[in-house]
């Protein structure tokens, strides 16, 4: 999923959380990184956020929710500090878990980045981010609505 040779080990810890609770930890390091997590006992899933320091499996950015190995790659213009949650799935009464930390070189060396840098826009300048790239709470709330649309207009015909 992620090449070995654009990655740069910066920690390793191993801790543990118990059942149907949260660990949280805090990610300052500046660009992209990769968490690779390994669930040693139990089963850990793994919550991140820039806009808290406490996510969960209602409020986070990115999640990784396996029942075996966790990945997750932070951009780099995720705020910092990041905030890591990882919590104990309640179907073990503690879950050990091992956690890495990648510094990801690979934008740096990727041969698009300069293609996009020398395309004459803002190098700041975001795109707009696509329909499928929308936080699960805002397409949620779009299907709400585009459900209740067809409803009214099967209310109207039959």
């Known amino acids: 999923m992620f ?5 740069d080990h910066l920690h390793l810890l191993r801790t543990n959380s118990q059942a149907g609770n949260y660990s949280y ?14 669930s040693l006992k139990g089963d850990a899933d793994l919550y991140v956020s820039d806009s808290t320091l406490h996510p969960s499996f209602d409020d986070y950015a990115l999640q990784s929710v396996t029942c075996g190995p966790d990945a997750v ?14 919590y104990g799935h309640p179907s073990h009464h503690e879950s050990e878990f091992e956690m890495k930390v990648y510094f990801d070189r690979s934008a740096e060396q990727s041969p698009f980045a300069e293609v996009a840098a020398s395309d004459g826009r803002d190098p700041g300048h975001r795109h707009a981010p696509a329909p499928e790239d929308a936080p699960p709470e805002e397409e949620s709330v779009l299907w709400t609505v585009l459900i209740s649309l067809l409803k009214l207009v099967l209310e109207v015909l039959f």
């Open 25 to 38: 930890l805090r990610l300052n390091h500046e660009g992209k990184i990769v968490l690779r997590m390994q």
């Open 3 to 7: 090449p070995e040779l654009w990655r």
């Open 73 to 86: 790659s932070i951009p780099a213009h995720f705020r910092r500090p990041v905030g890591i949650g990882v």
